[in-house]
């Protein structure tokens, strides 16, 4: 760490951001470019702005800061607060928590936060569009269903849904190709080579490429598995304790259910998944749990492509052992 470097912690909300420097400077700011103005006027090209990933409200600082080539690290949330935890700290205020991440910011390795690209920004926002047309679809062919078992349904009640429904679908339709055109930008070839995976559909594939930057965001398959939330967390210890192995899930739930429906067909018509899926089922254990191996396995092989830049075949493992 350079000594030179001014650390600001900043804790932001909606419609504020508290900052506390390294110096021990409180300052509080309005969430607007106005505020954005005023906190840039106490930087230089010495400072380091480190906030927590909250939602969206982080974006537009985090974006101005780069933009005015001030050094950004966005931090995950869970690690902060197990930070705080670790210092024993007993109070909880907005400045309090600026206080506590300058700390975390001065005493834990960071990383330059990079942000997306114009393109980028709108096929993440397209995705969260299609996630919600997704589950009003789901909320209404349910609604269709309850309706349709009464012994007398309404005609115009079901009518209703059904053409709710169908304009759901439409729109749905058009935001998903507006997303595909958009990733074909930036991302044809990798899209089509992992396309080439079997078990791997369209919007998998693009869901994958989006969210992991054309998989620039990542240094290993392991990184991406976590991502996903798909690594195994072991609960042990001394002899007592000995829980049962389960998913961290601490990662993109959209990802991980996507994967888990392509693992049913990854385990009969992919190779590496088939085995994977049979050497464990064979040994008693469950299904599920064969399951989710093929979903990491999926994600190496797609890691593994992306990386490598060759499409799907039966002796990747032996071929890219670097990568798997």
Request: net charge positive; proline share 2%.
């Amino acid at each position: 760490m350079d000594k030179s470097t001014k650390f600001f912690g900043i804790d932001i909300s909606k419609n504020t951001f508290d900052v506390m420097d390294s110096s021990g400077n409180y300052s509080k700011f309005d969430n607007n470019t106005k505020g954005f103005v005023q906190f840039l006027k106490l930087l230089d090209p010495a400072s380091h702005c480190v906030m927590e990933a909250t939602g969206y409200y982080h974006y537009q600082l985090a974006y101005f800061l780069v933009d005015n080539s001030i050094l950004v690290s966005v931090e995950n949330p869970l690690s902060i607060k197990r930070f705080i935890q670790m210092k024993l700290s007993r109070i909880k205020t907005d400045k309090s928590d600026a206080k506590m991440i300058c700390w975390y910011a001065q005493e834990q390795p960071l990383k330059a936060w990079v942000g997306y690209s114009k393109n980028q920004m709108e096929s993440l926002q397209l995705i969260r569009l299609l996630d919600t047309y997704t589950k009003q679809s789901t909320a209404l062919q349910n609604k269709v269903q309850a309706e349709q078992t009464l012994g007398n349904p309404s005609k115009v009640v079901v009518s209703s849904l059904k053409r709710s429904l169908k304009n759901n679908l439409k729109e749905a339709n058009l935001v998903e190709q507006k997303l595909l055109e958009l990733v074909k930008i930036d991302y044809q070839e990798v899209l089509t080579k992992l396309e080439s995976i079997p078990g791997i559909g369209r919007k998998t594939a693009m869901m994958l490429v989006v969210l992991t930057d054309g998989f620039n965001r990542f240094e290993s398959s392991s990184q991406l598995c976590s991502f996903c939330g798909l690594t195994p967390v072991i609960r042990q210890s001394g002899s007592s304790v000995k829980g049962r192995v389960r998913i961290s899930k601490i990662g993109n739930s959209k990802l991980r259910n996507l994967l888990f429906m392509c693992s049913f067909t990854a385990c009969k018509c992919n190779p590496g998944c088939a085995a994977i899926y049979n050497r464990i089922t064979q040994k008693g254990k469950s299904k599920k749990l064969a399951l989710i191996a093929v979903c990491n396995k999926l994600l190496r092989q797609s890691f593994a492509i992306a990386k490598s830049g060759v499409e799907f075949n039966k002796e990747y493992k032996s071929a890219m052992p670097k990568f798997i």
